[in-house]
């Protein structure tokens, strides 16, 4: 079992049909038919969503998103049509909420991996594959990949793991030219932006991709190249055989983990609150994500 600690009651708005509550955004749609994301300060960890958020998270998401969304628009089109706050939204969705148009959504985490750790280093010490795709002998935990590579999963509901998959499964459940559409969106947009991460000192090790079509179109949708959906690591820090320093929710999850917090992740019961330390670690960590991506400061 696992889910939300406290599902929140979703916010009422005149004009906004409530969709759904997810892990981290909440979901509507407005009068002419599109879509509104309002990406909360929820914090998500082993498939739970934790009683604590995290100060300023859903803003800093949301503004590098955009910010991302600007430097791939040559590669392939967005889902964002404003930033514009909907009438009677309140004073706190301001820098959170993103007009979207509303797609017909590929049911695929698209996850593209430079470098070895996560779910793809379990996989391949037990057969020297991720996705099926066969790697050579010797790697190690943050060991880069020869070429970067698409490892799909599965998307999974709320408090359900996401499942590592073939290509030739997508291709099976999507299509042939669906699954090379996306193969080949995936890795641009990867390799486009672990070049400009790594201009700023920072290492794009995974991260994953979500998208829909308009009509014939493929669009990248929800959000991207963020610290809840990629892992970023100092790359001045990079050592091979180990767990990498990163800008990202790991902080947490050692913390939960640890035998400070007293949680089991094992069992049924929820993770605890965080610690106050932990949370002001945390959204430093994203801020500072933010900083050195962007090279403005976060305020």
Same mark, same amino acid.
Request: net charge negative; charged share 25%.
């Given at each position: ?20 509550? $997810?892990?981290? /955004? ?32 859903? /803003? ?11 430097? +791939?628009?040559?590669? =392939? #089109? ?8 909907? #009438? $009677?939204? !309140? ?44 790697? !050579? ?11 970067? =590579?698409?490892?799909?999963? *599965? ?26 559409? +996306?193969?080949?969106? *995936? ?38 190249? &963020? @610290? ?5 690591? #100092? ?6 055989? /180990?767990?990498? #320093? ?10 939960? *983990? ?35 991506? &962007?090279?403005? @400061?976060?305020?």
């Amino acid at each position: 079992m696992s889910g939300f600690v406290e599902k929140p009651e979703p916010i009422q708005v005149p004009g906004l049909v409530h969709l759904h509550t $997810g892990k981290v /955004r909440d979901l509507y749609r407005n009068e002419a038919g599109d879509l509104v994301m309002v990406a909360s300060d929820r914090m998500s960890a082993y498939d739970w969503v934790l009683q604590s958020e995290i100060p300023d998270k859903g /803003r800093i998401l949301t503004q590098l998103s955009l910010w991302w969304f600007d430097r +791939l628009s040559d590669l =392939i #089109p967005n889902h964002v049509l404003s930033t514009e706050l909907p #009438p $009677g939204a !309140p004073a706190d969705w301001a820098g959170r909420t993103l007009v979207c148009k509303s797609l017909n959504m590929v049911p695929v985490e698209c996850v593209a991996r430079g470098y070895l750790t996560g779910s793809g280093l379990l996989e391949y010490d037990e057969s020297r594959t991720v996705c099926g795709l066969a790697l !050579p002998e010797g790697l190690v935990d943050g060991s880069e990949l020869p070429a970067p =590579i698409f490892t799909p999963a *599965t998307k999974a509901e709320v408090g359900e793991h996401d499942e590592n998959v073939s290509y030739e499964e997508v291709a099976r459940q999507v299509g042939a030219d669906t699954a090379a559409q +996306l193969r080949q969106a *995936t890795l641009a947009v990867y390799s486009r932006a672990r070049d400009i991460a790594r201009d700023r000192g920072i290492i794009l090790a995974d991260t994953k991709f979500e998208f829909g079509f308009e009509g014939e179109q493929l669009v990248l949708a929800d959000e991207v190249l &963020t @610290p809840d959906s990629s892992r970023f690591w #100092p790359a001045d820090q990079w050592q091979p055989g /180990r767990a990498q #320093p990163s800008y990202d929710k790991q902080y947490v999850r050692d913390w939960l *983990t640890s035998a400070e917090s007293g949680w089991d992740r094992k069992s049924e019961q929820p993770p605890p609150p965080l610690p106050e330390k932990v949370v002001e670690a945390t959204r430093a960590k994203y801020a500072e994500a933010y900083e050195r991506l &962007t090279g403005t @400061p976060w305020s």
